[in-house]
């Protein structure tokens, strides 16, 4: 099983910025799609941004054009930039990876924006 460790949350004012950090313990070379999902307290949890192994991103709408996903392979690294953060934008940040068949997933990491 992959592990995967998140890292870059904290809190921030609206309109501020932030870079999440996925890393995973296995070569991105043997890791298919990875994804970033969020949940915030109450709700349930929601695709934010999905990669392909050859970079193709899809987003959620809510986050167009203001978040920026990418993968670092050399460093088995995934990242996302989130801009012009929003206070609905509250949640715990997971990253998600497909290998050998298997679903594995971080613990994630919070993302506050206050207003």
């Known amino acids: 099983q992959v592990q995967l460790v998140e890292s870059g949350g904290g809190s921030v004012q609206a309109g501020g910025s932030l870079r999440l950090a996925c890393t995973s313990s296995?070569?991105?070379?043997?890791?298919?799609?990875m994804g970033w999902y969020r949940q915030a307290p109450g709700k349930q949890r929601e695709l934010v941004v999905v990669?392909?192994?050859?970079?193709?991103?899809t987003y959620a709408d809510s986050v167009k054009d203001r978040f920026t996903i990418s993968r670092d392979n050399a460093k088995n690294t995934v990242y996302l930039r989130m801009n012009s953060l929003k206070p609905e934008d509250t949640a715990v940040y997971l990253c998600?990876?497909?290998?050998?068949?298997?679903?594995?997933w971080g613990q994630g990491t919070q993302v506050t924006v206050s207003s």
């Open positions: 990669i392909t192994s050859s970079g193709s991103a």
């Open positions: 998600n990876a497909w290998a050998d068949g298997r679903l594995s």
């Open positions: 296995r070569s991105f070379f043997l890791i298919g799609d």
